[in-house]
């Protein structure tokens, strides 16, 4: 056996791992989510133009889009097509709320149980406590959805922005919460719904319609239709995943 003092231990430098750097984006979005949290735009207040933020960060038009789309991910703002870019919320605290990742498709079937629960819950707060911003946020993301069924697409990061969205209308800190560590175990199953979608024809339409039907509730504050609808939309969307064939989850 070797003696203790004698084995080689890495020096510093060997174990040192330069951190991954920091994208032009990522320095946009958390310089306006820092301003945004300082109500430097006001609690519904609207950004500046693409152009004005570009100008102020000394960056490319690109850069400042895809910092915008993360705001808008995020839940912070929303984007209406020739109006601008406005405050809904302010950026998340940083959680140690964690979950395991969902390794195995009975994970993505126990994570669509798990969203069942709490998205009905979360849409009927909702559908009670809305007010015309959110309305304004969810439309646009309807009409985005439009467009991409129309091209026959489908967006998993447009899809999470809508469900986030409708959590951050609850008025509940815990469920937009939830659903950000949540975020990449729901991901996986949006992404593998995402590709059943493609086939047969008929259900990417019949998704965006059970989008526009959760909206529609909300629209009317009508909580028990929501809670309905969202049922309904989440057992669809892990059947067209798992084809009406469940795995059984029994002990």
Known sequence: MA????????????????????????????????????????????????????????????????ALRRLRTAGVIYSRQGAGSFVVGTPAEKTSLAFRPAETIADVQRCYEFRETIETIAVALAANRRNQAILDQLEAIVRRFQRATASNTHSEELDFEFHLTIARASNNQYFPTVMMALREQIAAGMRLHGLALMSPTGRLEQSTEEHIAILDAIRRQDSAAATERMRLHIRNSRDRLFGGGLLDLSM
């Not at 330069?18 to 310089?31: G, M, N």
């Not at 989510?33 to 693409?50: D, T």
Request: net charge negative; glycine share 4%; proline share 12%.
């Open 3 to 66: 003696n203790i003092d004698t084995v080689a231990r890495p020096s510093p430098a060997d174990e040192f791992t330069p951190p991954r750097p920091v994208t032009l984006a990522e320095r946009v979005y958390d310089q306006l989510a820092g301003l945004i949290a300082e109500n430097h735009y006001g609690p519904s207040g609207k950004l500046p133009s693409e152009h004005e933020l570009a100008r102020t960060f000394d960056v490319s038009r690109p850069v400042v889009r895809d």
